[in-house]
């Protein structure tokens, strides 16, 4: 969900214009705008699971202080991805502990 019509910003005018895929599903997105935020507008919640219990996470701080809302971008583990922004084409992955670097980049 996305706010549209804000009180003091203003109605969005942007569209979407790029296309993210996360873990396998193709997320439409606004190039430029943080990851995060185009998760949240596709009602993806659970960004990583905690090394020790498995326990899922998303965005906390959204200042890219907290680390709780890193992914695997592009076979980059650990991107912050409240403060990271789209590009068209980008191969997100949940992140599962300390994730893994990926050979494909
Ligand atoms: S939500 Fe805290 S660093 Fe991204």
Redesign the pocket.
Same mark, same amino acid.
């Given at each position: 969900m996305r706010i549209v019509h804000h009180p003091i910003l203003g109605d969005e005018t942007r569209v979407c214009n790029a296309i993210i895929t996360v873990d396998g599903r193709q997320i439409p997105a606004i190039e430029g705008e943080p990851i !995060?935020a185009a998760l949240l507008a596709a009602g993806i919640k659970k960004f990583r699971e905690t090394p020790k219990h498995n326990k899922p996470r998303?965005?906390?701080? !959204?200042?890219?202080?907290?680390?709780?809302?890193?992914m695997i971008v592009d076979g980059i583990p650990n991107v912050?991805?409240?403060?990271t922004p789209v590009r068209d084409g980008m191969i997100i992955k949940t992140q599962k502990g300390l994730g893994e670097w990926s050979e494909a980049r």
């Open positions: !995060a998303g965005i906390f701080c !959204a200042i890219g202080r907290c680390t709780d809302c890193v912050r991805t409240c403060i």
